[in-house]
């Protein structure tokens, strides 16, 4: 079922709670592919009813980004959504989201400071706000969120966490293509050549994995070993390489504890992220 | 019953919900008066449950503000709740209600430009952090705040509007001793002396009540005649007197809409706040 105001989805979803029903949550900004999918079909398995929520954001958007040319299409995003079992799509127009003299705003600090954050100004208080939003409008007992945005993904915990707001956030495993380009929305934005190049994140990223895996622990190096490999690829180029604390988010100089390398690379204009999370104990 | 935990008061009104019960809460700081009386007593007739908060919040006090000295005395105000009727008193440590590392704030600009959010520097963050916690923990139908603080109604209500927090903001008249004091927990710093020239406050509103009935339209004019009054008071420094719309608080020059007169007068070292709603239509 489309649905498409608030006041719609609330009474649904106030009508599922009487009858003691549990409620999975999978905001996205469509554009689906399989990442969301595995996100949908994980809500799925774990809840009785799921909401998929399908809204270009714009306060999450930085002027000179791609709003504008985002991918959009619900019919599609409707069908998959449907056939991995949701029980409602929300999609709902801008202005039924935000009011012209909107004045609140949610921020996450420190968190926010590195990466993605210190490169799109503003982003992640627009992802803060439209998720806190979404949180309260869905009220669900558990949210989906893919790892591939782990920044986000740390900001989000800290807000819920932070703000007491009564929901599970679950994050779910990267999904890739079988040539190892992490799945993402953005990838439609690449012309053959750059589909090929695109690979080198992923690629940067096994080997810094290896490397790891035999014993190195110096993330100094660690990163070295990244920007050499996408140093060799002619049409990337490097937005950042970080090796951090999984949880603080802060630089790392000695491996000790569970880390993560993100990286932010441009492939021509296209701006693409991956990144893995080394669990010191389990190797 | 008095709770001090969140877990634990999270299970309570989930058992409630459950039964299909409707929950209003008042937040407060403690140190009852029949101000707040007056908000759990419309609290219980409108509900079927009633929590109230108590709970003196760090985060809205300045560096040099009361925080410290600020009345406690949890006995005496779980007494006054329970004969209102409330049912749970949710008294937290402030380490139950914020972490070490906290770094998520919610703020609402442009209505906290003006008054006590320009003379209280970061109260107002404060103060919406403290409410989206407290409404995403006790998740009530209606939550009831005095007109007294008219600013931080008009600000919670902006708050919950942008977040799509799902409750109803009921705001409840001015409670006043009999000789026309708005009832305050920070009368009590008052000396005898100090007492008595409080009522400089409400007096001064009385003669701009008194001229708008009697057709005065012009703010600079009615602002002078409260300027006036408060300025025969000897022990009275004013803070601010403002003439400004009621909703979105902005300055009016010439009255033909709802407005709002707050103003605040640092009697001695306490800092007093009144004011009055002038319905343009009502007379």
Redo the contacts between chains.
Sequence with gaps: MLIKE?KEL?STIKSWK?E?LSVGFVPTMGALHEGHQSLIKRAVEENDKVVVSVFVNPTQFGPNEDFDSYPRDINKDLEICLSAGANVVFNPEPSEMY?G???????????TDVLCGAKRPGHFDGV??VV??LL??V?PDKAYFGEKDAQQVAVIK??V??????VEIVACPIIREEDGLAKSSRNTYLSAEERKAALVLSRSLEIAKDTLKNGERDARKIKEFILNELNKEPLAKIDYVEIIDSD?LASVDIIERNILIPIAVFIGKTRLIDNFTFEIYTY
Tied chains: 1, 2.
């Design positions: 608030i609330r009487r003691g009011y003299d909107k004045s609140t705003s949610v921020s996450v600090s420190k968190l803060c706000l806190s939003k309260n409008i009220t800290r807000m966490r932070d703000l007491n707001i009564d603080s």
